[in-house]
């Protein structure tokens, strides 16, 4: 079965502290894997997706298909980057993990 | 230019009623699609529209919901007989899979639902 997997629920870090939200996936084909971030008042927006290999805002996710992970990873958090965050796995429509809200404290 | 418009932005109706959802996708976008988050839970996929293509309906929770989409513009999702748990944000995102071959879905600003 298609499945995304986020294990937080909620992950409270420090300013400057390194964030890493997990993300796990069940699929038997070529994965294409997604983050999706919502702040607060916000529409969802896309973040950035595994075949664009990018960094946006200073967030990189790299797909370990051994793993079946998508992990989403920032060196050092800031205050604006507090929001929920939702890994998606695209299968024609979007499959979404639960969601992980970052709370990052001052 | 502009993005994905959902209307309206607040609906509360009573347990048994009907309701009428409206999403109006960006222009030339050629997939739709609708989604449900309910209070504490993830995003839930329901229906897909793909060009002429038959939908993928697969995520309707009953037969008390279904979707239309006229062409490639708008779209609106009902549920009649409406019931408590179908409280929830109810959000739709278009795509352009001509041009995105990464097919990002851009989302609208949803539709909370409430059933008293």
């Known amino acids: 079965a298609q499945r995304v997997t986020q294990p937080e629920k909620l992950l409270s870090v420090f300013k400057g502290a390194p964030v890493e939200l997990k993300c796990n996936y069940s699929y038997s084909g070529s994965p294409e894997l997604f983050w999706y971030v919502q702040y607060s008042r916000q529409r969802l927006q896309l973040l950035l997706r595994h075949i664009s290999r990018e960094s946006i805002k200073g967030f990189t996710a790299d797909l370990n298909k051994g793993e079946t992970s998508f992990h989403l990873k920032k060196p050092f958090a800031q205050e604006e980057d507090s929001a929920m965050y939702y890994c998606?796995?695209?299968?024609?429509?979007?499959?979404f993990g639960q969601g992980t809200t970052l709370q990052v404290k001052p | 230019g502009a993005g994905v418009s959902q209307s309206p932005s607040n609906k509360v109706t009573e347990k048994g009623k009907d309701v009428e959802l409206r999403c109006d996708p960006i222009s030339g976008h050629t997939a739709l699609y609708w989604y449900r988050q309910r209070l504490g839970q993830g995003l839930e996929f329901l229906i897909y529209f793909q060009g002429n293509s038959a939908p993928d309906k697969s995520g309707l929770p009953s037969d008390r919901f279904s979707a239309e989409r006229t062409g490639e513009s708008v779209s609106t999702l009902t549920i009649q007989r409406t019931q408590q748990e179908d409280s929830a944000v109810y959000l739709c995102?278009?795509?352009?899979?001509?041009?995105?071959?990464?097919?990002?879905?851009?989302f609208g600003p949803g539709t909370r639902l409430t059933v008293l």
């Open positions: 998606a796995l695209l299968v024609g429509k979007l499959i």
């Open positions: 995102a278009s795509s352009s899979r001509l041009a995105d071959l990464t097919d990002t879905q851009y």
